[in-house]
Structures are given as C-alpha cells and as structure tokens.
C-alpha cells in the first residue's frame, strides 16, 4: 500500500511530464509555421506586432502606420502645407484624414488668405486650427469672404475673425442659406456688427432655412403682442432679445407656447410674463415645464413662502425659475457656509444669480474693508463686475476718509 506521501509525488511526476511534453509540441509547432512560407512583411509591421502587447492602443498605430506605408497621404498636400509653415504633426494628431484626400486647394485657400490681408503666420495658425479648409474650393471660399465682408467694416476684421472662428468661416455648405438669413436680418433691422457677431458666436442659425427663422421671429413678435407688449416697443424688444440670446431661434414655436403656458397656469400675468422673458432674455424657452416646476418647488419649501411670496421673490431673482434644483443647492450651500442667513436670502434673492465662487471672493474683499456681510445687506455682493468695484470703491473711500478735516473751517458761535 502506498502512502499518502508516495501518492503525491507520483502525481507530481506524472503533472511535470505532461507540461515537458507539451512544451515540446508547442515549441515543434512553431517552428514548423516559421518554416512555412511567409508574405513579405514589411519591417514596421513586425515592429508594432512584437510590441502589440506593450502598446494598449496597438491596433490605431496599426492603422497609422500602415496607412503611411501604403503612401495613403497627399505627398503634394503635406509639401504644400510645410511651405507654409503649417504643423503637419498637428494635423496628423486631430485629423489626419484630411492629409489622405485626393484633391485640396492648399495653395489657392492660403492665396485667398493672404489676398484678405492675413500674413504668413496667420495663414499658418488658421490651416492648423481648421485644416479641412483646404478641402474647400477656391470660388466657394471667395464667395463667403464676400458674404462676410458685407457685415464687416474691413478686411482686417474679417481676419481676425477667421482666425478666432475659422470653423464657422469654412463652413461654406450653406452658403445660400446664410445669405438669405444675412438679408432678413439686415431687412429686420439688426445692425451689421451683430449681425458678424451672431456669424462667429451662433453660425448654426445661418444654417437654417430663412422662413425657419421667419416663423419664430412671427411667433415671438405675436406673443410680445398678446401678452401686453405696443407695436412701438415690439422691434426694439426683438432686436435686443436676438443679441442677447439668437439661440432663441433654434427652439420650435411648440416650446415657446408650453412654457408661456406653463406660466400663465401658474399664475403670473401678462405683464409678469412678460418681464420675465426680458430679464431672462429669452432663455426661458431653452427650459421645460418639469425643470421649472422643480425649481419652484425647491424654493418655496426653502424660503417657506406662499405661493404669491414665490411669485413675488421669482420676480425679483428670474434665476429661481432659470436654474436648476442643483446649482440652487450648491449655491445656497455655499451663502449658508459664508455665515448668511435664510432670511438674508430672501430678502435679496439675486444673490442667487452669482457663483459660490464670485461670492466667497467678493465677501474676502468687503472683509478686509472691515464690512460684515452677516449683519449688513447683500446688496452690496450683487451686481457685476463693474458694479461691485464700484460699490467697493465707495465704501473704502468711506472708511479711509478722515474723521476730523484740518482744511475745513471751523463754526464759532458767538
């Protein structure tokens, strides 16, 4: 009888056997598809084959580099584009695939460029940051810079604003789109400098079909009417509405009506209505009745207020209503930290309008004045940038005046 002892190194002897023996068959079979006839490889391919397990990324530089191998780049596009100085490895990095294209019009676009008054490093700066620009043909490319030349005062202008936007310069697919919109804006009555403006900042309402536009212009022009607002005051109201918020265009007339409705069922009036849409410049639209609902809801169970108090404090802070339940708490977090009360809030709401960031470094700099935010007013928080240094100006020239003036002359009873 053997022993447990004698059992496992019988079964160790057998395990060590088998693994020597098909070490062997592996090693035998390797070398018999080593010795098969092989394609030709070439050298690179080996290389990032026998790294393959090093590199996680293994199959991009794959594609990469056999798409260099098989000569996939332009060779006249890349010579072309490093007589200009252009970064081909910026290129290759963001997007190589306009470096494979059969056709481009590198040297015309840059002809273009330097016609406009660019200079070599700006023509550079601008193929590196938008290099499917050379994909463009050359009579487009005249024709957009003809375009927005017509809302430009010069041809310097015109420059810097491709080299800040050239993505939406190059966009030259919706050309007749653009022109079409360009004409009803100037027929609406915005000044050309916005109008550039709205060109660079929001390209995508250009794109549009012009009677998209028209249809949203017509919608918001009836509810100003319906909710109050004179025809003598309409244009005015739009123009300022579009310069501040033009993306108001890429809502649907069905969500301007749900919102608008959404209010008037919570009972703030026309004229309610319709100074929200002013203080809110029209960002109201890009919200849905849920998010709208929530956020009251958070507040009133906050401020513990009525529904007429809520009406009242949304009025005074449209942010209430504007921001979502989230940014309402980290805010409100962030003023009950800093010390500030609940009742403090409510009584100026708008300080709900600023970042906890703005905040805390706005009570840090009355702080060193010696004003005390937890029993003063908040008002001197609000505002912007300009308004706080002013307030801030006042009350240091306040605490730096002198309480005896020596110049002054003196009041001698008789």
């Not at 160790?12 to 098969?36: G, P």
């Not at 043909?137 to 810097?160: A, F, G, H, M, Y």
Request: net charge positive; proline share 4%.
């Amino acid at each position: 009888m053997y022993s447990c002892t004698q059992h496992v190194k019988a079964f160790s002897r057998i395990v060590l056997h088998l693994r020597r023996r098909m070490a062997c068959a592996t090693q035998n079979l390797f070398l018999y598809l080593w010795a098969r006839p092989q394609p030709c490889v070439p050298l690179p391919v080996l290389s990032a084959l026998w790294n393959q397990r090093k590199n996680r990324h293994f199959m991009q530089h794959f594609r990469y580099t056999t798409a260099v191998i098989s000569g996939e780049e332009n060779a006249a596009t890349v010579e072309s584009l490093y007589a200009l100085s252009v970064d081909i490895k910026k290129i290759r990095r963001l997007k190589p695939w306009v470096l494979s294209k059969e056709v481009a019009y590198v040297k015309e676009t840059a002809e273009i460029l330097q016609e406009m008054g660019a200079d070599r490093s700006a023509v550079a700066y601008i193929l590196e940051r938008c290099p499917e620009a050379i994909l463009c043909r050359p009579t487009d490319i005249s024709c957009q810079r003809d375009l927005w030349l017509s809302v430009c005062r010069n041809e310097k202008q015109l420059v810097e604003l491709v080299k800040r936007f050239p993505e939406s310069f190059f966009t030259v697919a919706h050309y007749e789109n653009q022109t079409a919109n360009i004409r009803f804006f100037q027929d609406l009555g915005l000044k050309n400098t916005i109008i550039s403006r709205l060109l660079t900042g929001a390209s995508n309402i250009f794109y549009n079909p012009v009677e998209k536009n028209k249809h949203m212009i017509d919608t918001l022009q009836s509810n100003f009417l319906s909710l109050g607002g004179s025809r003598e005051n309409m244009k005015n109201w739009l123009l300022k509405l579009l310069s501040q918020n033009p993306f108001i265009l890429l809502n649907s007339s069905a969500i301007v009506q749900e919102n608008l409705e959404f209010l008037q069922k919570n009972h703030f009036t026309d004229s309610d209505v319709l100074s929200l849409l002013s203080k809110l410049k029209g960002f109201i639209f890009q919200l849905n009745p849920c998010t709208m609902q929530d956020s009251m809801l958070f507040s009133k169970n906050v401020f513990k207020c009525s529904d007429q108090e809520l009406k009242d404090l949304i009025i005074k802070c449209p942010a209430l209503l504007y921001y979502s339940v989230p940014v309402l708490e980290e805010r409100l977090e962030g003023l009950l930290k800093a010390g500030i009360s609940v009742d403090q809030i409510k009584e100026t709401p708008a300080i709900l309008e600023l970042t906890t960031e703005i905040v805390q470094y706005r009570i840090k700099k009355l702080a060193a004045l010696g004003y005390n935010v937890k029993s003063g007013t908040l008002e001197h928080l609000n505002g912007t940038k300009k308004d706080f240094e002013a307030t801030y100006g006042k009350i240091q020239a306040k605490r730096e005046r002198p309480l005896f003036n020596p110049v002054a002359p003196l009041r001698i009873e008789d």
